[in-house]
């Protein structure tokens, strides 16, 4: 497998944060809600934007429930300056459901274009999981994007996990490690709605590093890229 590039050489990062960056994100949201969409399904852009679709599958690892999620999200690709919309495919699954079902690993790993390992910095348990869940899920998926992700970052007056335990880990498995919050972002008017724009840049970095990650290997894997990531396009 293609080592990782470096972050921000693929995609460029705020993108998102610019005018034209806002107008791709209004085919995702409605009244600033973030629209949810089928297997099937995709969103409506303007008769005016041409826009490519790059889909993956990616199967998430880690205490979680069974549901597969479809995310569309639009960047700007760095080396040509051109606007892709990526369409990630989530499909959940826990590990008691995997330990209970042995069909399941399987399925989920079918045509996976990227594992996606979960711990929460309030669980030790679940960050000591991860050596394990990285032999079992991804031992025999050499060309498979692998990241990690860190949840309730923010709450670190509970960590269990501290940040030489996490650079152990990272000289270790070599894998990009990203960090989210559990604190719900703003609210709408109703004071109930979560805000749907607020929500995604809150999570921006994970999707920008998960497309920066999946387009690099698709691009390594044609032959168009060396692997080496000191060559990565920028």
Partial sequence: MARPPVHG??????????????????????K??????????????PPSVAIDTASYKIFVSGKSGIQTTVVFWPAKLKASDRVVMFRFEFWDCGESALKKFDHMLPACKENADAFLFLFS???????????????????????????VIGSKFDQYMH???????????????????????????????????L??????????????G????????????????????????G
């Avoid at 990062?13 to 209004?26: F, I, M, Q, R, S």
């Avoid at 000591?128 to 079992?136: F, I, S």
């Avoid at 805000?195 to 920008?208: E, I, K, Q, S, T």
């Fill in 195 to 208: 805000d749907g724009r607020a929500g995604l840049v809150d999570v921006a970095h994970v999707l920008n």
């Fill in 9 to 30: 050489s693929v995609i460029v990062p705020d993108w998102h944060e610019t005018v034209e960056g806002k107008e791709y994100l209004a085919c995702i949201l409605r």
């Fill in 210 to 233: 998960l497309a920066e990650q999946l387009w690099h290997q698709d691009q390594v894997a044609a032959g168009l890229l060396p692997s080496s990531p000191e060559n990565a396009p």
């Fill in 32 to 45: 600033n809600r973030r629209l949810e969409f089928g297997l099937l399904e995709r969103p409506v852009l």
């Fill in 121 to 147: 910095f309030t669980d030790r348990a679940s960050f000591e999981d991860l050596p394990g869940q990285l032999t079992r899920v991804a031992s025999e998926a050499p060309g498979v994007v692998k990241m």
């Fill in 159 to 193: 960590t269990d996990v501290p940040e030489r335990d996490l650079t152990a880990f990272r000289q270790t498995w070599q894998l990009p490690l990203l960090r989210v919050k559990s604190v719900p972002g703003r609210r709408l008017a109703d004071g109930r709605t």
